[in-house]
């Protein structure tokens, strides 16, 4: 059976556990008509034309988890940011494990969807924000709103300052062999609130897994939402993470993206802004090897004037890794004073590595500073040529250039413990020897 014809059989199982009088179901049904009608994406589609999923879906994934999973903090404390004190949403096998989680109703609200779903105290934020800014006609963020029961839910109330860090985290064990999980998060940060978000998918065993995540975020007036995505998956996972984020007025959000393993990633960013003001800032490290494949998919709404959006990804790929960012900046003709930056560099330190980059401005307003573009090379050979004549040998040199290359985009994360990790990482990733101890 292929999986599209699984996923819709699955369906009619899923509804037996659902409340079918609940205004969530009727949206579950009519994503459902949307997959069905448009399958999963394929190289014809344009946002998917350098990026395919074929080899993905030939597997045969289990939809629903039989069992609860025990796993024990020893065993996954590695993946947790535990220099710091935060909240925790944890999921194994697409199941909430309250061993491992900290939430919290005390001032704001950390816990899952599900109860957010069901629950009446919930209802009219769910009313108000569930799947309104989520894409209806996207097949995969459909097949996710078909399927949406468990996941992240945070609502921040007007005025108030997140205390801690929130990490919401999914592990999947392998333990029911090849996996397709899809989480749901919803994220709401009212008038002159902020919250800080560390998102992360890992896979725990050598198993076939592909994610379809969703996550919804929405900031109100002169709120600051800092999302950090860590994707540092081991080679049998893939991950398709679609992240939606509506504005208002005054209201500044930063989505910093972090891609250093996995199979296959595909990062779908969208951003509407709804009042003036705003500043959207996405910023992205993607750093791979062997055949891995990266794809950054993003898209800016200017819809209303003097706003601001900022785009920063830089790309390392080596081997025969494939390296793809498809960015665009869309200017209403009402959004004027509009100041929009969009920039994506990359070395390819392998003459079989491949980076195909499309950065686009679609501008129907006349009084507008935007700019955008990309750069494709290899590693400066004077520079390396320098280093090597002060006594540092060639691989030592290349990764001292690259990390230089990648690490200016670590100066806007605001969690210093969270900055020192991803130091780590991509010290570790390009084989650099920093001197001091991260």
């Keep these: 059976m292929e999986l599209k014809e699984k996923m819709l059989s699955s369906f009619m199982a899923l509804e037996q556990e659902l409340d079918l009088s609940s205004p969530v179901h009727d949206i579950r049904s009519t994503s459902l008509k949307t997959f069905e009608t448009l399958g999963f994406p394929t190289k014809k589609d344009e946002a998917w034309k350098y990026t395919s999923l074929a080899r993905l879906l030939k597997n045969d994934y289990s939809i629903f988890p039989k069992k609860e999973s025990s796993i024990e903090l020893k065993d996954v404390k590695k993946y947790f940011l535990y220099e710091i004190d935060s909240y925790k949403v944890v999921f194994i096998d697409g199941i909430y494990s309250p061993f491992l989680s900290d939430t919290t109703h005390d001032g704001i609200d950390v816990c899952l969807l599900s109860a957010a779903l069901s629950k009446p105290k919930y209802k009219e934020v769910i009313e108000k924000y569930f799947n309104k800014v989520a894409a209806k006609d996207e097949s995969l963020t459909a097949l996710n709103t078909s399927f949406a029961k468990e996941g992240a839910y945070v609502f921040v109330p007007k005025s108030v300052i997140a205390e801690k860090p929130i990490q919401i985290i999914h592990f999947s064990t392998g333990e029911q062999g090849d996996f397709l999980l899809q989480p749901r998060s919803l994220i709401v940060v009212e008038e002159n609130a902020q919250v800080q978000i560390i ?92 055949q891995q494949h990266v794809d950054h998919y993003t898209l800016v709404n200017h819809v209303q004037p003097n706003c601001e959006s900022h785009q920063d990804y830089k790309g390392i790929y080596a081997d025969k890794s494939v390296g793809v960012f498809n960015g665009k900046i869309y200017v209403d003709k009402i959004a004027q004073k509009t100041n929009a930056f969009q920039q994506n560099n990359n070395i390819l330190l392998d003459n079989k590595a491949t980076i195909n980059t499309k950065p686009q401005l679609e501008i129907f307003a006349d009084d507008v500073k935007c700019s955008h573009g990309c750069t494709i090379g290899q590693l400066d050979e004077d520079a390396l040529f320098y280093l090597r004549t002060r006594g540092i040998p060639k691989r030592e040199a290349k990764g001292l250039l690259t990390y230089a290359f990648a690490n200016n985009v670590l100066e806007s994360v605001a969690i210093p413990a969270l900055k020192t990790r991803i130091n780590k990482l991509i010290a570790t990733k390009l084989g650099v020897n920093l001197g001091h101890d991260l």
């Design 199 to 290: 998102e992360r998918h890992q896979s725990l065993t050598p198993h076939e897994v592909l994610t379809n995540s969703v996550t919804e975020i929405f900031a109100a007036k002169n709120a600051l939402v800092d999302y950090y995505k860590i994707q540092n998956d081991r080679i049998d996972a893939s991950l398709i993470d679609n992240t939606f984020v509506a504005q208002e007025r005054d209201s500044n959000v930063n989505v910093h993206t972090f891609s250093f393993g996995g199979k296959l990633t595909r990062n779908n960013l969208n951003f509407t802004q709804n009042g003036e003001y705003i500043d959207s800032t996405m910023k992205g490290i993607t750093i791979i090897g062997d």
